[in-house]
């Protein structure tokens, strides 16, 4: 696609309950980049992949939270057994090259909700 | 460790006006900075970077930043301010482990007046 894609746009769930969101990158960018957006907080880094492998998972903060990326293209970010503090916006963003000069390309990201 | 504050989480100013908002950085490497902003109920969307090259960065829609090492400051300039530029703005640094992972500020609300 010509943008960064998010499903889905908004997810309401209950507290305990498992939530998968996804994300799909601009074809051919191989950095991939998950953000968490809450009000007061700003935005959070959570995980980053250079193709299929994370090397940086410093911003997960539980380990409910998890992230693959399959095929140098389309990630997952999953959310087990959810708390009500996980209610944010969640960002994903890709970059054609990981480095410190490239520019990330954002989503409009997926709204979570937890009830 | 790298940092990013941005001071004044809400600006408000008169249409016609002009912008300035605030962004000083902490960082133990030379930085590389960059000016997101966010529409509402959009993603973010790239504004102005600063890569080492030009202190002085021009951006889209107007808009220009300064970097000022001396004053670890990336501040974002617009000499008149539209309405369309009602927006949040985030200024973000790039972490020193060369992965390309921004750190960013808080945000900061503009809100431009009749």
């Known amino acids: 696609g010509a943008g960064v894609s998010q499903s889905p746009s908004n997810k309401v769930t209950e507290k305990g309950k498992d939530v998968e969101l996804r994300c799909d990158p601009i074809?051919?960018?191989?950095?991939l980049y998950w953000y968490r957006q809450s009000l007061g907080q700003g935005l959070e880094f959570l995980i980053y992949f250079q193709g299929n492998s994370a090397p940086d998972k410093s911003g997960l903060p539980s380990d409910r939270f998890s992230a693959e990326r399959t095929g140098g293209s389309v990630s997952t970010l999953t959310i087990q057994r959810t708390q009500q503090e996980d209610s944010a916006v969640y960002l994903c963003?890709?970059?054609?090259?990981?480095?410190?000069?490239?520019?990330?390309?954002f989503g409009e990201g997926s709204r979570l909700t937890v009830l | 460790a790298q940092s990013v504050t941005q001071l004044g989480s809400h600006v408000s100013v008169s249409e016609g006006a002009l912008v300035l908002l605030r962004c000083n950085y902490s960082?133990?490497?030379?930085?590389?900075l960059f000016w997101y902003v966010q529409y509402p109920n959009q993603g973010l969307q790239l504004l102005l970077k600063y890569t080492s090259a030009a202190t002085l960065v021009k951006g889209i829609n107007g808009f220009e930043a300064e970097f000022k090492k001396s004053e670890t400051s990336f501040h974002l300039t617009k000499p008149s301010a539209h309405m369309s530029d009602a927006a949040e703005y985030f200024c973000a640094v790039s972490g020193s482990s060369n992965t390309g992972k921004l750190i960013f500020g808080q945000g900061t609300t503009l809100q431009v007046k009749p």
């Open positions: 074809s051919g960018h191989t950095a």
């Open positions: 960082s133990s490497v030379p930085p590389y």
């Open positions: 963003a890709s970059s054609f090259l990981a480095g410190m000069a490239g520019e990330l390309f």
